[in-house]
């Protein structure tokens, strides 16, 4: 009997410890699942995590551009027409510091002629003979050809320029002053003067009479005057008492007179040269004329420095500057205007555009 009690009890015990372990074994109300979730840390989700932006990084170029901006270098560009005594122009400007412009240009006097007009003279030695009648006669029966009373000649400047100028502006209240420094690029002649193309006749009507007289005095006449031409002693005289015909532009700084010939191509010329590099100082003002503050209006006043006087030389190598005195006619007056030019005043006046 009592071994049945002590089975049956140790029956019951083993289904208890069975029916507790299922009931440990049963999921958690949701509430308390929720209650743990609350109470385990929470794992910071990918989206909410913040992301650091990597830093952008700026090209030497980007940074240079930059400065050049903050400075105003190259940040805009002004195109201008220009008028002076340089003559018509283009220019380009911008600024390279803030307080400084570069400019670029190119102008020039457009081609036109001076007239002039010289009387021919006959001269033996040092003195005039004013015997050209008696000489166009005789020529005229010799050749065939008559000389003309005159020489006439065209004077034409040429003056052209490209310039590179650096404008300074001092005073930074007031960027529409500007004191301005440079130099001007052109050919060293700044001047032509050749004889009219129409009278070619009458120059070799010259030169042969020049040439006959030269040979009737170094011969005395015996020798004849072209091929087997002979000349009478009459006309031999006459050609001794007139002598060479040509122009008496001037006088020697010591008296001696100076006859202008033609040459042996039968052209008569002269040239004005100077420095082919020419200094620029100068001062100059713009002033805005619109709302938009791009349209401008200006003027620049100096001088160009091109080597003191230009020097005219003709086609024998007289410089006229510096080797004659008392020119006659209006090549004289032109020689004076040119020796009283040391320097080039150059005015000019601007109308320009400013672009971006």
């Not at 001047?191 to 020049?210: F, K």
């Amino acid at each position: 009997m009592k071994i049945r009690i002590s089975i049956l009890s140790l029956l019951i015990l083993c289904l208890s410890a069975k029916a507790s372990a299922q009931t440990d074994s049963i999921p958690a109300p949701a509430k308390t699942v929720a209650a743990q979730a609350d109470s385990i840390p929470a794992v910071a989700k990918a989206d909410s995590v913040p992301v650091q932006a990597k830093p952008t990084q700026t090209s030497g170029n980007s940074g240079l551009f930059a400065k050049m901006k903050d400075h105003h270098i190259f940040d805009r560009l002004n195109v201008a027409f220009t008028l002076g005594t340089t003559g018509l122009g283009l220019e380009v400007a911008s600024p390279i510091t803030d307080w400084a412009r570069l400019r670029l240009g190119f102008d020039g006097i457009p081609k036109f002629n001076l007239p002039m007009n010289f009387d021919v003279a006959t001269y033996a030695g040092e003195e005039q003979t004013n015997g050209f009648e008696h000489v166009k006669d005789i020529m005229y029966q010799i050749t065939g050809q008559e000389i003309d009373e005159q020489v006439k000649m065209n004077a034409k400047p040429y003056f052209c320029n490209f310039k590179l100028l650096v404008d300074i502006f001092p005073i930074k209240a007031d960027r529409r002053w500007h004191v301005t420094a440079g130099l001007y690029f052109g050919n060293s002649i700044v001047g032509r003067a050749v004889n009219d193309e129409g009278e070619t006749n009458s120059r070799v009507a010259m030169i042969l009479s020049n040439r006959s007289y030269d040979k009737m005095a170094a011969s005395g006449g015996s020798d004849p005057l072209f091929g087997d031409i002979y000349i009478s002693q009459e006309t031999y005289e006459k050609m001794m008492r007139y002598g060479r015909v040509g122009v008496h532009l001037g006088d020697y700084k010591d008296g001696t007179p100076y006859y202008l010939t033609p040459e042996a191509n039968g052209t008569v010329s002269a040239k004005a040269k100077a420095w082919s590099v020419r200094p620029y100082l100068g001062i100059g003002f713009d002033s805005p004329v619109d709302r938009s503050r791009r349209l401008s209006l200006g003027f620049d006043a100096g001088a160009l420095f091109w080597g003191g006087s230009p020097d005219v030389i003709l086609a024998d190598g007289v410089n006229m500057t510096t080797e004659l005195k008392d020119i006659r006619g209006k090549v004289g007056r032109y020689v004076d205007f040119m020796k009283a030019l040391k320097v080039y005043p150059a005015v000019t006046f601007r109308i320009s555009y400013t672009f971006f």
